[in-house]
């Protein structure tokens, strides 16, 4: 198949003009944007004009949408959790999980992993040292994989992050990314109590890879809960009103949980449960 490249931005352009028109003569069916466009006025008129669906994910727990802006039918919000769906309930959301990766793109069959891993920015929301807690408390190595994003978090966790079954990785992507991931024996998923995970990539990411994930949830109805079912993780429900070390004392709990997991069968469900070709065909579909 050929692909017609056209590199415009559609808030750019004005109704009726050539490029407008040229556009329309295509024949779109659907537009996949980013989760702000369809609160963009500018944006609205020219696909307004083109005449054809739009769907966006919404990656954001805070933005804020117009009144108008989705209808449930030609204009489609995708949420990745029942708490993301209630946020926004007003704009008639499908529950669907976010795919982050495209056609093609394939891991290496799933092997049982050595050592813990954690992975995302390095900040008290995302909360990396309620994982090296749960680690140690197991005995067990874990790997820190991401950028610092707030030095003031790492100074004051300090002497719990430099500790020697820690080992500081920093960030990746592509191979190396998608390698860490199968190399490991559990994903150690963990954020603040009042932090609201809208949709991330590593649930996917690591569940493709045949790696089973141990979640920290601070309540019901998060990504963490959506995207792992028994069979291919653990989740951790620890009391927002509770210290950190009972959070990752039961965290650990869940980690040994996961490590039971068979890892070829944590990537036939995550293969299929995180198809790209799968996800973007529910986008394309309009509900009946």
């Keep these: ?20 028109r040229e556009l329309r003569a295509t ?14 006025p500018q944006w609205r008129k020219v696909w307004d004009e083109l005449d054809c669906d739009v769907a966006t994910f919404q990656h954001s727990p805070v933005f804020q949408h117009t009144v108008d802006a989705f209808d449930g039918r030609r204009s489609r919000l995708y949420c990745y959790s029942p708490e993301m769906a209630a946020r926004y309930a007003t704009h008639k959301p499908v ?28 900040d008290e929301e995302k909360a990396p040292h309620l994982a090296v807690r749960a680690a140690q408390l197991l005995g067990r190595r874990i790997s820190i994989v991401g950028p610092v994003f707030d030095t003031d978090y790492l100074r004051r966790h300090q002497p719990l992050l430099s500790a020697n079954h820690v080992t500081w990785v920093g960030e990746l992507g592509g191979a190396a990314k998608t390698a860490t991931f199968s190399n490991a024996a559990a994903f150690v998923y963990t954020c603040s109590r009042t932090y609201i995970e809208a949709g991330a990539a590593v ?20 990504c963490a809960e959506a995207a792992i079912c028994d069979t291919t993780g653990a989740a951790a429900y620890a009391d927002p009103d509770s210290d950190d070390e009972a959070a990752a004392r039961a965290l650990a709990v869940a980690i040994e949980q996961a490590l039971t997991l068979d890892a070829p069968t944590v990537q036939e469900i995550g293969l299929q449960r995180f198809d790209p070709a799968r996800h973007f065909r529910t986008l394309a579909t309009q509900p009946c």
Aim: hydrophobic share 40%; charged share 20%.
């Design 95 to 122: 529950l669907e999980h976010a795919v982050h990766l495209g056609i093609g793109e394939a891991e290496p069959p799933a092997v049982p992993g050595c050592d813990l891993v954690w992975l995302g920015r390095i």
């Design 1 to 20: 198949m050929d692909w017609a490249l056209r590199p415009v931005r559609l808030e750019d352009l004005q109704p009726g003009t050539r490029t407008t």
């Design 27 to 40: 024949e779109y069916d659907l537009l996949v944007v980013g989760h702000e466009y369809p609160s963009h």
């Design 203 to 222: 649930f996917g990411e690591s569940l493709r890879a045949g790696t089973p994930v141990a979640a920290l949830c601070w309540r019901e109805g998060t």
